[in-house]
Each structure stands twice: as structure tokens, then as C-alpha cells.
């Protein structure tokens, strides 16, 4: 059906993102699958020639810092950070403590409760949490489909292929209707006209022969749309080159009475669907992450690039460019990453060799790479170009991912892949 502006819209809202099992991660020692069968699942469904070229050119997974931060308020303001020997012990701790075993850990004069996420100092309490940025994976899109985009959503939100072509006719008919369309056209026409007094100095008016033609051949424009008719922000990591990489928020959701976006009043909503461009295959792929009891129960996604820069919300209104911070706010769950081991920045000019990447902190100095409390693997390292200089960036601006699992998808997945590894 249709709303009242043209826009598709679904039976149900659109509110769920597939994440796989936490002993997919690459980083951790699996616990419910062999290693066999873990790397065949993951040869299965990961796009292994994606990653290379996300990794190589800085758009992807070159921050896996950690936050440990404290509440003494007990409630959703107050959090300051934990550095330290404090945060190399809460680390060790969370990782050697098993859940439903190992309650508590003591920490100099303080004990520490990793199931009721509490800090004890005496009689006083206090809040802990375990913030970071996950490693994020691609997988696998048919390749040589011209509608990658349609399938990698699809992936991204249920863990499925756009067989029956859901999600593509949504954004399809929304093109085609004349309300949609032309709310649409007005946003794309304001986003070409600032964009080129911004880079040129230049004031536009754009012609219907190039509106047509963006319809067919630009996929900035269907990405937003895609936002806007699943009412979800959009997250695009790409090399820094691509103009498609960016932020895209549903922002013609906006109440035209109160000012208040859809995404305000359902907290599901504000979840990102996380994609990937590959601009040599010139396709997409869903980026997801690991879920499970080991794991954190939030995940950070950066919204600046490997150069601490903001990645560009796309189709902002000339009044909307004044209040961005605002405007991501509201369509998103924020949170300034602000510690003592900062974020790494990577070279402005990447070169030819790739390195192994070094985490910005290595707690145990036991090697190369450190991520929750083991060791990667060499087939495992991610690349990155040239030489880490000495740049870093204290306070970066990251989104909130905070979804569960979806157990019935991940047993199915399991029982599917059982016969052929085991």
C-alpha cells in the first residue's frame, strides 16, 4: 500500500537487522562450531574479495577500539570513560569470566558484577557498560545482478535474498508515483544545487532530461529512496573517492505539523541498515556483525571515515545542512567515542603495500592484533595501505547498533550448513 505522500509501505514496519552468530567472528575462538565448520560457513556467506578492497582502502574495520565507561548517576546520562589499569582489568576480566559462572571479579578494592553490569566500591554502585566498534563482514550478493542494492538490503535486514523482488518493486513504485516522485525530485534537485555552489560556486537549476536520467543511473538516488520506504537510516562505507559512501536518513518522514521524525517515536527504527560499495565490482553488500552471550550487547558504527573526517549525510534541505548534528540525532542512537586510547587515523595517502593492522592499544602484548582478549590469526589480519603514521583522533562521532539476534534464522542457518561440515 501507500501512504497519504505516495511512499510504498509494509504490513509491518520494518525493524529488524541479521546479525550472525558470535562464533562466526573471526576474532574469538569458536565455542559451538569446529573450526572447520566454522570457516566454511564463513566461505559460504562472506564476500572475502569485498572485504579485501573495503580493508585496503580504509573504509572498513580500521577501528576496533574498546570503551569501558562508568554511570555513578544509574541512569542514561553521566557515562564517563575508564582508562587505565581499571580498563585493562575490567578487559581481562570480561573476558576470562564465564556468564552463567563466574559473577563477579575483584579489582584492587572494587568488585565488579559483569551480569548485572554493576561496579562496587563499598557500599556505593555504580553502572558499567563495554562499548565498541564490531568488526563488520560482507556478504556474499549475486554477482552481475544490476539490482545488488535491493538484495544486499534484503540480506541486511532478514538474512535473505530479494527473490521476490520486495524490496525493488517498493522503491520502484514509489519512483513511479506522482506524490512520492515529486518530493523525491524537489530534494534531489536542492542537493544538486547546493552541491554544486559548495564545490563550484556554481548556481544550477536542473533539467527533467537529468531527473530521468538519475532515475536510471545514479544509485545515491535509491539508496535514499530505499531509506525513506523502510523509514531506516542507511549507512554506505566506501573508498573515499566514491560518491555514494555517506549517511541516508528517511528524512521525508518528517511531520510537517510537529517537526518530529517516525524514527522518534520507534527506537527499532533508528537501527542502520549497513552496506558496503564495492566501486570495482560496482556492487553492494550488506556489512553485518556478531551477536551472542559473549559479545557486547551494543555495537558502535563510526560515522567519520579512517581520516577522523564526518562521512556526508546525503540529500540534507538547505535548512537541514544548519542543524546536521541534530538531524542525525534524531534519526539515529549517538555516541562521541572519547577515550584515553584513541581512534586510529589513517595516512591521507594511502600507498601501494599493505600492512597488518595494529589495534591502537595492545592490553596483553601478546602479538600483532588484539580483539576481545585473543589473538587473530595471519589469515584472519586485515590489510591496510601503507605505514600507520603516528595520527590519532581523540573524540569521533559513532552510531548505536543496538539489535538482538534472531534465533529462529541462526538455528536454520546452523541446520543447514551441520550436514556439510561436519
Known amino acids: 500500500s501507500h501512504n497519504q505522500n505516495g511512499f510504498y509501505t509494509f504490513e509491518r514496519d520494518v525493524q529488524t537487522t541479521f546479525v550472525l552468530p558470535w562464533d562466526l567472528n573471526p576474532r574469538v575462538e569458536p565455542e559451538r562450531f569446529s573450526k572447520r565448520m566454522r570457516n566454511g560457513i564463513r566461505n559460504e556467506l562472506l564476500d572475502a574479495e569485498t572485504l579485501k578492497h573495503l580493508e ?11 570503551i569501558w565507561s562508568t554511570n555513578e548517576q544509574l541512569d542514561t546520562t553521566g557515562w564517563r570513560p ?9 578487559e581481562k576480566g570480561y573476558h576470562s569470566a564465564q556468564p552463567q559462572l563466574d559473577l563477579s571479579l575483584a579489582v ?3 568488585q565488579v558484577d559483569f551480569v548485572k553490569c554493576r561496579i562496587y566500591s563499598g557500599q556505593k554502585a555504580a553502572l558499567i557498560r563495554r562499548l565498541e566498534c564490531s568488526p563488520l563482514m560482507p556478504m556474499k550478493v549475486d554477482v552481475g545482478d544490476s539490482f545488488s542494492l535491493f ?9 535473505v535474498h530479494d527473490r521476490n523482488c520486495l524490496l525493488r518493486d517498493a522503491v520502484c513504485q514509489t519512483l513511479a508515483d506522482p506524490k512520492a516522485q ?8 536542492e542537493h544538486l544545487q547546493l552541491e554544486a555552489l559548495a564545490t563550484r560556486g556554481q548556481i544550477v537549476q536542473p533539467t527533467l532530461a537529468q531527473w530521468e536520467e538519475a532515475k536510471r543511473n545514479v544509485p545515491q538516488l535509491y539508496v535514499f529512496t530505499l531509506a525513506n520506504v523502510t ?3 542507511i549507512i554506505v562505507y566506501a573508498a573515499a573517492d566514491c560518491p555514494i559512501r555517506g549517511i541516508y536518513l528517511p528524512l521525508l518522514w518528517e511531520d510537517a505539523r510537529t517537526r518530529q521524525f517516525i524514527s522518534e517515536t520507534n527506537s527499532q527504527l533508528r537501527n542502520p541498515l549497513v552496506l558496503g560499495y564495492d566501486s570495482n565490482r560496482q556492487q553492494f553488500a550488506p556489512l553485518v556483525t556478531f551477536k551472542g552471550q559473549k559479545g557486547p550487547s551494543l555495537i558502535l558504527l563510526p560515522l567519520v571515515d579512517s581520516q577522523c573526517q564526518p562521512l556526508p549525510v546525503h540529500f540534507l534541505s538547505k535548512d537541514q545542512l544548519a542543524m546536521q548534528q541534530d538531524i542525525l540525532r534524531r ?8 577515550s584515553s586510547a584513541p ?17 591502537p592499544f595492545d592490553m596483553f602484548g601478546t602479538g600483532p592484533r588484539i580483539d576481545f582478549g585473543k589473538q587473530i590469526s595471519d589469515e584472519d589480519t586485515c590489510t591496510l595501505p601503507t605505514t600507520l603514521q603516528n595520527q590519532q583522533c581523540s573524540k569521533a562521532l559513532t552510531a548505536v547498533l543496538d539489535t538482538p539476534e534472531l534465533p529462529e534464522v541462526i538455528e536454520s542457518l546452523v541446520k543447514r550448513f551441520e550436514t556439510m561440515f561436519l
Open 182 to 189: 515529486f518530493l523525491i525530485y524537489k530534494r534531489w534537485c
Open 231 to 233: 523509514q531506516r537510516p
Open 151 to 159: 538484495h544486499a538490503a534484503s540480506l541486511g535486514f532478514w538474512g
Open 331 to 338: 534519526n539515529l542512537v549517538l555516541h562521541v567515542h572519547e
Open 108 to 110: 584492587g578494592n572494587l
Open 343 to 359: 581512534l586510529v587515523r589513517l595516512p591521507a595517502s594511502p600507498g601501494s603495500s599493505p600492512l597488518k593492522s595494529p589495534t
Open 82 to 90: 575508564v582508562d587505565g589499569e581499571l580498563f585493562v582489568e575490567l
Open 56 to 66: 585496503s582502502t580504509g573504509a572498513l574495520n580500521w577501528n576496533t577500539n574498546v
